[in-house]
């Protein structure tokens, strides 16, 4: 059965409601459900027990050459399990899966980073499975999201998801990227040179899938061509940007998020910045570079 939620149409909105909570924090009854969830967080050290999407920055702002890390990787690892982004000076591609973070570097190798490396930009979810799609005889990553986006229009095109594929792929084709120096360009002007493509073949892995709907083409990929898809093979040795996929089978499995939430980095890159990047910018950085 597909899970009913409740969408958070707005940023401004989620800001809102953050702020309030904050407000409340300290007048909260200590017998109450909301004190006793706080007393679970700290015990746990995890910040996000919701279904919640949680986001780092912008992806405009990442476009427009904003690669400086404002969170640790240790931070980000208490919103969730499941997730992509990438790390400070976009030194290559992350995937977060089962809790594990991995760091695909520009020459192909697959480190896992210290705690303490830094973020400047990532989506994070504690992955549910919600609901479930065969997939058979996938061709391409063009024919792999208009599956998904067919079984999005039934679930709901105005919610978030994030869907875990493993399978074994006949072609992972991914890219990954250097560390850039600074002074930071533009993502795209950046990743010309710096940007390598593998193609892996008969590997079994997952493919770390996130949909955001068209409202939010400000803040991630967005729409029914808006999917940011990673990989990362089973053995954790071979993963990246995927530019295209082909696989005969596998079941996809949807997460459908109950809200979204935005941590606003403190850097002054961000906060003084020109984060506001077009979609050209975004989309010559998420597609192969000619």
């Given at each position: 059965?597909?899970?009913?939620?409740v969408?958070?149409?707005?940023?401004?909105?989620?800001?809102?409601?953050?702020?309030?909570?904050?407000?409340?924090?300290?007048?909260?009854?200590?017998?109450?459900?909301?004190?006793?969830?706080?007393?679970?967080?700290a015990?746990?050290?995890?910040?996000?027990?919701?279904?919640?999407?949680?986001?780092?920055?912008?992806?405009?702002?990442?476009?427009?050459g904003?690669?400086?890390?404002?969170?640790?990787?240790?931070?980000?690892?208490?919103?969730?399990?499941?997730?992509?982004?990438?790390?400070d000076?976009?030194?290559?591609?992350?995937?977060?899966?089962?809790?594990?973070?991995?760091?695909?570097?520009?020459?192909?190798?697959?480190?896992?980073?210290?705690?303490?490396?830094?973020?400047?930009?990532?989506?994070?979810?504690?992955?549910?499975?919600?609901?479930?799609?065969?997939?058979?005889?996938?061709?391409?990553?063009?024919?792999?999201?208009?599956?998904?986006?067919?079984?999005?229009?039934i679930?709901?095109?105005?919610?978030?998801?994030?869907?875990?594929?493993?399978?074994?792929?006949?072609?992972?084709?991914?890219?990954?990227?250097?560390?850039?120096?600074?002074?930071?360009?533009?993502?795209?002007?950046?990743?010309k040179?710096?940007?390598?493509?593998?193609?892996?073949?008969?590997?079994?892995?997952?493919?770390v899938c996130?949909?955001f709907?068209?409202?939010?083409?400000?803040?991630?990929?967005?729409?029914?061509?808006?999917?940011h898809?990673?990989?990362?093979?089973?053995?954790?040795?071979?993963?990246?940007?995927?530019?295209?996929?082909?696989?005969?089978?596998?079941?996809?499995?949807?997460?459908?998020?109950?809200?979204?939430?935005?941590?606003?980095p403190?850097?002054?890159?961000?906060q003084h910045?020109?984060?506001?990047?077009?979609?050209?910018d975004i989309?010559?950085?998420?597609?192969?570079?000619?």
């Open positions: 059965m597909k899970k009913k939620t969408m958070v149409f707005a940023l401004a909105v989620v800001l809102a409601m953050t702020a309030a909570g904050c407000g409340s924090a300290g007048t909260s009854d200590p017998s109450s459900e909301t004190a006793g969830e706080s007393t679970a967080l015990e746990t050290g995890v910040s996000n027990t919701d279904d919640d999407v949680v986001q780092l920055s912008t992806l405009t702002a990442l476009s427009s904003d690669f400086t890390g404002s969170r640790t990787v240790g931070e980000m690892s208490r919103y969730g399990d499941f997730g992509l982004g990438t790390y000076g976009v030194n290559g591609e992350m995937i977060v899966l089962d809790g594990r973070f991995y760091q695909v570097l520009g020459t192909g190798e697959v480190v896992e980073p210290v705690k303490d490396e830094t973020v400047p930009f990532m989506t994070i979810c504690n992955f549910d499975k919600d609901d479930s799609l065969d997939l058979k005889n996938i061709s391409s990553l063009e024919q792999l999201m208009e599956e998904l986006n067919k079984e999005v229009e679930l709901g095109i105005n919610s978030m998801y994030a869907v875990k594929i493993q399978t074994k792929c006949e072609l992972a084709y991914v890219r990954s990227k250097d560390e850039q120096a600074k002074p930071y360009k533009k993502l795209s002007e950046s990743l040179g710096t940007q390598h493509e593998f193609k892996y073949e008969n590997t079994e892995g997952t493919l996130l949909y709907p068209d409202y939010m083409k400000e803040l991630n990929s967005a729409g029914t061509d808006g999917w898809v990673h990989f990362i093979s089973d053995d954790g040795t071979k993963g990246g940007h995927i530019f295209d996929v082909r696989f005969e089978s596998a079941a996809a499995e949807f997460d459908e998020a109950a809200g979204f939430r935005m941590l606003i403190d850097t002054d890159s961000f910045g020109d984060i506001n990047a077009s979609q050209e989309e010559g950085a998420e597609k192969k570079q000619n």
